[in-house]
């Protein structure tokens, strides 16, 4: 299992809304094992009986013909 130290960060733009950072530590982004890449739709869910943030790619739509 790859493993990281990170923070979250609050970030509030000037149009009032407020946004939050995670950094991904780059050892563990340019590891062969790192599922994502830059531009990669995620879905985050949390569960909150186990204080635990779960993030995945999101599968991708099939095109209409």
Same mark, same amino acid.
């Given at each position: 299992?790859?493993?990281?130290?990170?923070?979250?960060?609050?970030?509030?733009?000037?149009? @009032?809304? *407020?946004?939050?950072?995670?950094?991904?530590? /780059? !050892?563990?982004?340019?590891?062969?094992?790192?599922?994502? $890449?830059? @531009?990669? *739709?995620?879905?985050?869910?949390?569960?909150? /009986? !186990?204080?635990?943030?779960?993030?995945?790619?999101?599968? $991708?739509?099939?095109?209409?013909?």
């Amino acid at each position: 299992m790859l493993q990281g130290r990170s923070y979250l960060r609050k970030k509030t733009h000037v149009s @009032g809304n *407020e946004y939050y950072y995670i950094h991904i530590p /780059a !050892r563990l982004a340019h590891d062969s094992q790192f599922p994502f $890449k830059e @531009g990669d *739709e995620l879905i985050i869910s949390i569960d909150a /009986a !186990r204080s635990k943030m779960i993030i995945e790619k999101a599968k $991708k739509r099939k095109k209409r013909k």
